[in-house]
């Protein structure tokens, strides 16, 4: 995952994100991600594969915002990989 950068509107982040099928077989992953910052800025992405091999990867890049209207935006905010689960193909 790579480091956050504020859209040009700076209302939101871009979030590049690389997903590996870590399993044993194909399967769909789902991946959610927390940005978060000071003054509860709080932003989800909850992300989903199409069917990846064992190994393969899926990769991109990601509009992440927080959905309250009055959400003060992070210089720096914190990003966690909140849950990782395979679903088989």
């Known amino acids: 995952m790579h480091r956050p950068v504020l859209k040009e509107n700076g209302d939101a982040f871009w979030v590049g994100v690389k997903i590996t099928n870590t399993a044993s077989e194909p399967a769909r992953v ?23 091999e064992p190994g393969g990867v899926s990769d ?11 959400a003060v935006i992070p210089e720096h905010p914190t990003v966690v990989v909140v849950e990782v689960t395979h679903a088989s193909a």
Do not use: K
């Open 60 to 70: 991109g890049v990601y509009s992440a915002h927080d959905e309250y209207d009055g």
């Open 30 to 52: 789902n991946a959610v991600i927390r940005l978060t910052g000071p003054w509860g800025y709080n932003a989800l992405l909850d992300l989903r594969t199409d069917v990846l």
